[in-house]
């Protein structure tokens, strides 16, 4: 199994800034993806952004049209981690935001599913005042 565990999350007014962090322990991913998904009170699971490599080597990245432009998903290989930085936030991205991968590497459409990941943290709360 690989552990994920996410931090960083907090609240802010809109138009602030938050940087989220996903570490991972138990495997190393030169080969697969991770991903951010959040899930507000009363709605599913929604797709954030991810990323895939292969060796070692980011080859792509996709992000919710949602938050296009606002956000941005970065690998860190010398800590085994994964981040999102988060800016322009809005009320509505509040949410709790999850952090996930799969050595699968999943494509199209699972790569934007939660059913595409096999491993999940245990998310991170941010919240976004008007």
């Known amino acids: 199994q690989v552990r994920l565990v996410e931090s960083g999350g907090g609240s802010v007014e809109a138009g602030g800034s938050l940087r989220l962090s996903c570490a991972a322990s138990g495997r190393y991913f030169a080969n697969g993806v991770m991903g951010w998904f959040r899930q507000a009170p009363g709605k599913e699971r929604q797709f954030v952004a991810t990323?895939?490599?292969?060796?070692?080597?980011?080859?792509?990245?996709y992000y919710a049209d949602s938050v296009k432009g606002r956000f941005t998903i970065t690998r860190d290989k010398r800590k085994n981690t994964v981040g999102l930085e988060m800016n322009d936030l809005k009320p509505e991205d509040t949410a709790v935001y999850y952090c996930?991968?799969?050595?699968?590497?999943?494509?199209?459409?699972?790569?934007?599913?939660?059913?595409?990941?096999?491993?999940w943290g245990q998310g991170t709360q941010v919240t976004v005042s008007s």
């Open positions: 990323t895939r490599w292969n060796n070692g080597v980011v080859y792509d990245t």
């Open positions: 996930a991968a799969d050595l699968a590497r999943p494509e199209r459409p699972e790569l934007f599913r939660p059913s595409g990941y096999e491993n």
